[in-house]
């Protein structure tokens, strides 16, 4: 376990680093992730932090991917189950948090194993089908093609939540009914 903090640990630092960064033109890097036995991943501009192992506060009457919040600093940050948001199981899952900011609002994603930073690029990314998109599931923003048939699949951060689910979760960062 001690190894995976220092991975994690040894991201952070990456994160931080500018040089990560590369023309849109060639692709993009990004946070590979596990979720049960399905590979996702988020764009590295994205991400403010990687978090391994951290007590996870539980509130009552919360909506089910809601899993609770954590204290980061000085800052109260709820974390989103994305094995309940994407409905893949009610069972409590323990993993990793991605922290990333949506709307001026930082929100913590907990997932599964992480994989690391890896790069893509633009022309081994294809559309996500169409059906996903018909059914109102848009939190997806591409599927990338790596190393023969394995795939992962890029999520949108700013989509995984609804506006009116952004703004129940500021009340309860607020402590607002």
């Known amino acids: 376990m001690k190894e995976n903090n220092q991975n994690i640990n040894e991201i952070n630092d990456l994160l931080l680093d500018k040089s990560l960064e ?8 990004y946070i590979s992730f596990k979720i049960k036995n399905e590979r996702y991943g988020i764009e590295v501009s994205k991400i403010i932090k990687i978090i391994n192992e951290h007590k996870i ?14 204290q980061l600093k000085s800052t109260i940050i709820p974390i989103i189950s994305l094995i309940s948001r994407f409905d893949m199981g009610d069972e409590e899952y323990k993993g990793s948090i ?20 890896k790069q893509i690029n633009n022309n081994d990314i294809v559309d996500v089908p169409r059906i996903f998109i018909n059914r109102g599931i848009n939190y997806f923003a591409g599927i990338g093609i790596i190393s023969g048939n394995s795939t992962v699949t890029f999520l949108d951060t700013e989509k995984i939540l609804k506006e009116e689910e952004i703004e129940q979760i500021e009340n309860i960062r607020q402590g607002k009914d």
């Open 22 to 29: 590369i023309s849109e033109t060639d692709g993009f890097r």
């Open 57 to 70: 506060t539980k509130i009552p009457d919360l909506p089910e991917f809601i899993s609770g919040i954590i």
């Open 98 to 117: 991605i922290v990333v900011e949506i709307k001026e609002q930082h929100i913590g994603f907990l997932v599964g194993e992480i994989e690391g930073i």
